[in-house]
């Protein structure tokens, strides 16, 4: 009985020192960087009884990339002590239905939402369906692998060396007239254009593929 009794003394102030510990590491977040309420911070080093205080002041010590493992400082009084945390958010994310060939300009269909930890997928993986349809794969993705935003890119309305219609907006007259795009561009994207007396203008592409130059700024 004595050896349990010592147990429970020597046990739970270090388990009451770390609860109290993460949630001051939450609050620290959330101030700081916006944490989300479905992320959990796990406190990978080791917890000391002497680690707590009532005001600690925290710090990074690398790069904050918001979700898996980072450093922490914390500073209490004259004491010095050093975490590795890990960072953990659950929540829903993209896939490929089904095998997506290179060059495919993606549909609702050809995706599948899947729930799991965001912090252990690859950077800039797509959370949302319509951040990736209508977008253009740069490469083949097979069935259930995350879709991150280096495997895509916009569907062109503009291609490089197409004809196409110009319009210049001025403040009391509107021109338009043909011309080549020396560059490729998605909507609201900036292409250089060549027009027919050889003069080089840089305009933005609109939803219909025209190429709009505006001089009213």
């Known amino acids: 009985m004595k050896i349990l009794v010592y147990f429970f003394l020597f046990v739970l102030p270090l388990k009451v020192n770390s609860i109290t510990l993460t949630d001051q590491l939450n609050n620290f977040f959330k101030k700081e960087f916006s944490l989300k309420e479905n992320v959990n911070i796990i406190i990978r080093t080791p917890p000391k009884k002497n680690i707590y205080c009532k005001k600690p002041y925290f710090s990074i010590l690398n790069n904050f990339h918001y979700l898996g493992l980072t450093d922490v400082i914390v500073i209490c009084g004259k004491k010095h002590h050093y975490l590795k945390i890990e960072l953990q958010e659950k929540g829903e994310y993209i896939v490929a239905n089904r095998k997506i060939p290179r060059g495919t300009k993606i549909q609702?269909?050809?995706?599948?939402?899947?729930i799991g930890r965001l912090d252990q997928l690859p950077n800039n993986t797509y959370l949302n369906k319509k951040d990736v349809v209508n977008r253009v794969n740069l490469r083949d993705i097979f069935p259930l692998q995350p879709i991150t935003s280096c495997m895509t890119r916009p569907s062109w309305l503009v291609e490089f060396n197409?004809?196409?219609?110009l319009i210049i907006y001025g403040k009391s007259f509107t021109v338009s007239s043909q011309a080549k795009s020396l560059s490729n561009g998605a909507e609201n994207e900036n292409v250089r254009v060549k027009t027919k007396n050889?003069?080089?203008?840089?305009?933005?592409?609109?939803?219909?593929?025209?190429v709009i130059v505006s001089l009213l700024q």
């Open 108 to 114: 609702e269909s050809d995706l599948k939402i899947l």
């Open 162 to 165: 197409q004809q196409i219609t």
């Open 198 to 210: 050889g003069k080089i203008i840089t305009g933005v592409v609109n939803k219909n593929g025209e």
